[in-house]
């Protein structure tokens, strides 16, 4: 299947040429809360601003990290950065569907307005030179997925496994899940490099937000990975998260762009590990005091513990690493501009 959809992407492909402005680079941030960032850092326009629409990028989430490392240090030109990337954004959001944001940080009284596709907002085109991308975990939903774990961590007999790999009528096995997410991903790249035919396309994978042992994990312990069985932590690893990144590299590679890596090199620093350790914050963590304390539509309260909803997500230092990774292929991408 997977030959006979990249064939198909194939024939969208354009031939490359130079591109970009001649003062300056131009680069483009696509992604999901893995690229907004959430809660690191200052929001992105700040609280307050009229332009604010949802998708909660911040400033210490890593495409600004970079961006102020290429301003510091510019590889022989300004980059100029837009960051379009939108908190809870599946692969169809970034090139066809208008996304609804779901912040929880002041929305307006009738929430938040659709907002048009990433590839549309970022205005890409042929002077675009740069394109990184960070998504696909809210595709299986992989959110979704830790919190059924979540509940069926509470109940005696019951697996998340055993749910996903032979799943209720209306659920989508864990397997059909990464056929799809395959399908939409080799659909984006195509339609990226068709809006910007002339970019250096880049992919993030995502970090090892897990430990290598479940039974590392406390369980319940709300700043780890709360009630979650730790044969269901090793199960969402190797069968879940692990097969997600490779299939993000596979179709990346096929197209012969650039997959940046930040699995390999976050080992060890997953949501069960020290406060003083972990690049990836639990269930509950530490948050920037304008990020919420309990979860809507749920039970969870992590200001019960003087904590807020994280929901193992990255940290600053989680996304200082990944801007290591990032602005170095950034930086090698450019080489061949």
Same mark, same amino acid.
């Given at each position: 299947?997977?030959?006979?959809?990249?064939?198909?992407?194939a024939?969208?492909?354009?031939?490359?040429?130079?591109?970009?402005?001649?003062?300056?680079?131009?680069?483009?941030?696509?992604?999901?809360?893995?690229?907004a960032?959430?809660?690191?850092g200052d929001?992105?326009?700040?609280?307050?601003?009229?332009?604010?629409?949802g998708?909660?990028r911040?400033?210490?989430?890593?495409?600004?990290?970079?961006?102020r490392?290429?301003d510091?240090? !510019? /590889?022989?030109?300004?980059?100029?950065? *837009?960051?379009?990337?939108?908190?809870? =954004?599946?692969?169809? &959001?970034? #090139?066809?569907?208008?996304?609804?944001?779901?912040?929880?940080?002041? !929305? /307006?009284?009738n929430?938040?307005?659709? *907002?048009?596709?990433?590839?549309?907002? =970022?205005?890409?085109? &042929?002077? #675009?030179d740069?394109?990184?991308?960070g998504v696909?975990?809210?595709?299986? /939903?992989?959110?979704?997925?830790?919190?059924?774990?979540?509940?069926?961590?509470?109940?005696?007999?019951?697996?998340c496994?055993?749910?996903?790999?032979?799943?209720?009528?209306?659920?989508?096995?864990?397997?059909?899940?990464?056929?799809?997410?395959?399908?939409?991903?080799?659909?984006m790249?195509?339609?990226?490099?068709?809006?910007?035919?002339?970019?250096?396309v880049?992919?993030?994978?995502?970090?090892?937000?897990?430990?290598?042992?479940?039974?590392?994990?406390?369980?319940?312990?709300?700043?780890?990975?709360?009630s979650?069985?730790?044969?269901?932590?090793?199960?969402?690893?190797?069968?879940?998260?692990?097969?997600?990144n490779?299939?993000?590299?596979?179709v990346?590679?096929?197209?012969?762009?650039?997959?940046?890596?930040?699995?390999?090199?976050?080992?060890?620093?997953?949501?069960?590990?020290p406060a003083?350790?972990?690049?990836?914050e639990g269930?509950?963590?530490?948050?920037?005091?304008?990020?919420?304390t309990?979860l809507?539509?749920?039970?969870?309260?992590?200001?019960?513990?003087?904590?807020?909803v994280?929901?193992v997500?990255?940290?600053?230092?989680?996304?200082?690493n990944?801007?290591?990774h990032?602005?170095?292929?950034i930086r090698?991408?450019?080489?061949?501009?």
């Open positions: 299947m997977l030959a006979v959809g990249l064939a198909l992407a024939s969208t492909l354009a031939p490359s040429s130079p591109a970009g402005a001649a003062d300056q680079y131009q680069w483009a941030a696509l992604g999901d809360s893995y690229t960032g959430g809660f690191v929001p992105q326009p700040a609280l307050g601003d009229a332009s604010r629409d998708c909660d911040t400033s210490d989430a890593y495409p600004g990290v970079v961006a490392e290429l510091e240090f !510019p /590889p022989g030109r300004p980059v100029q950065l *837009v960051n379009v990337s939108c908190g809870n =954004a599946t692969i169809p &959001d970034i #090139t066809s569907a208008r996304q609804t944001p779901i912040s929880p940080v002041q !929305p /307006p009284t929430g938040w307005p659709a *907002v048009d596709p990433q590839i549309k907002r =970022a205005k890409l085109n &042929d002077q #675009t740069i394109v990184t991308i696909g975990g809210n595709s299986l /939903p992989f959110g979704g997925m830790l919190l059924k774990c979540l509940e069926l961590g509470a109940m005696p007999g019951k697996t496994r055993e749910y996903y790999t032979s799943p209720p009528e209306g659920e989508e096995s864990v397997q059909d899940k990464l056929a799809r997410v395959q399908d939409e991903y080799i659909e790249l195509a339609k990226v490099h068709e809006a910007a035919p002339n970019a250096k880049i992919t993030i994978g995502y970090p090892a937000v897990l430990p290598q042992e479940g039974s590392t994990c406390n369980r319940p312990a709300l700043t780890e990975l709360g979650i069985k730790h044969a269901d932590v090793d199960w969402l690893r190797e069968d879940v998260l692990k097969p997600l490779s299939t993000i590299q596979q990346t590679s096929f197209f012969g762009d650039r997959y940046v890596d930040v699995y390999s090199s976050s080992v060890g620093h997953d949501a069960c590990q003083d350790t972990k690049w990836v269930i509950c963590g530490d948050a920037a005091d304008y990020w919420p309990k809507p539509g749920t039970l969870l309260n992590c200001g019960l513990i003087n904590k807020h994280t929901l997500h990255p940290n600053t230092a989680g996304h200082a990944t801007a290591a990032v602005e170095r292929a090698i991408a450019l080489l061949d501009r």
